[in-house]
């Protein structure tokens, strides 16, 4: 079984083991996710089976979409509400200082990847070295923050961030910058994420449906469909048969027409075989990815 689930992670799981969940009620061994979302998050998970797994470095949006809730006066060592409280801090600060000290923060930044992340030093996750209370040097990584809204919540302190950023972006290490910009600190006391890798929260399935579905292969989505946002272009059976055995081809002889970027590739009877990307200068249409079942 080859496609997308659009799953809908529940708070208190971690991602590994919703793949895990899914790959069982789908059938499939072969699965993985498109953006580890920790345990105490909830919100969209797009789950791969079979041989949508080759395609994830070309889903066509990587941008991520997030609502989260910041509370000043506190910092742990998760930079979450779920760690070890490290500081309590008195609360100063307005919402006009919370708006200012978000200003520097939208667009290009760097940022420190948290230790408790699924990031890897010398093949151990550092979330393993943090349990053993080992911490290590990061070296600053970069994001791009594109949307960064901020609205005061029902608490006092507390805050309600809508983010549009770049994937790789770690919300709870906004929100601890800014915590230590206003000087109280500040922890993640909630996360959904709304958007990511192309997938919208609107469009998600819970495990419960996936689970109670007399068939739940009706919410698969296909990789051409996962894949839509770029054209298309059919080619002929002796171009097509090239194609599907890895051989670029000649730009020329294709019909149709063409500009350089990635293009959904279609056999003479519409059949999705892969992701070709054109190229001008060199004439060609190469081949990115062949599409197969597994």
Avoid at 127 to 142: F, S
Wanted: some cysteine.
């Amino acid at each position: 079984m080859t496609g997308f689930i659009n799953l809908y992670k529940p708070e208190g799981i971690t991602s590994f083991l919703c793949v895990a969940k899914v790959r069982r009620i789908m059938g499939e061994k072969k699965a993985g996710h498109c953006g580890t979302l920790d345990p105490m998050a909830e919100g969209v998970l797009p789950i791969m089976l079979g041989g949508a797994t080759r395609f994830l470095e070309f889903l066509p949006d990587s941008k991520k979409r997030y609502t989260a809730k910041m509370r000043l006066g506190l910092t742990t060592d998760t930079l979450d509400i779920t760690g070890t409280v490290l500081s309590e801090s008195e609360v100063t600060s307005t919402y006009e200082d919370v708006l200012l000290a978000s200003e520097k923060y939208r667009g290009d930044i760097m940022q420190v990847p948290p230790m408790y992340s699924a990031l890897n030093k010398d093949g151990v996750k550092l979330y393993k070295l943090a349990r053993q209370g080992v911490e290590v040097e990061r070296e600053p990584r970069p994001a791009t923050i594109s949307r960064l809204d901020i609205k005061e919540a029902d608490k006092e302190n507390e805050y309600i961030l809508d983010i549009e950023c770049s994937s790789g972006t770690y919300v709870r290490t906004l929100i601890d910058d800014i915590g230590r910009d206003l000087g109280c600190g500040a922890v993640m006391t909630e996360l959904l994420r709304t958007m990511g890798a192309g997938f919208d929260i609107s469009k998600t399935v819970t495990l419960e449906e996936l689970e109670n579905a007399p068939d739940p292969s009706v919410f698969l989505i296909s990789v051409e469909e996962a894949l839509n946002a770029y054209p298309t272009l059919v080619v002929s059976d002796g171009q097509s048969h090239r194609f599907c055995n890895g051989g670029d081809l000649n730009l020329d002889r294709i019909k149709g027409s063409k500009v350089n970027g990635l293009y959904r590739v279609y056999s003479p009877d519409k059949k999705f075989i892969g992701l070709g990307e054109a190229d001008d200068e060199k004439g060609t249409l190469a081949f990115r990815r062949v599409y197969q079942e597994r």
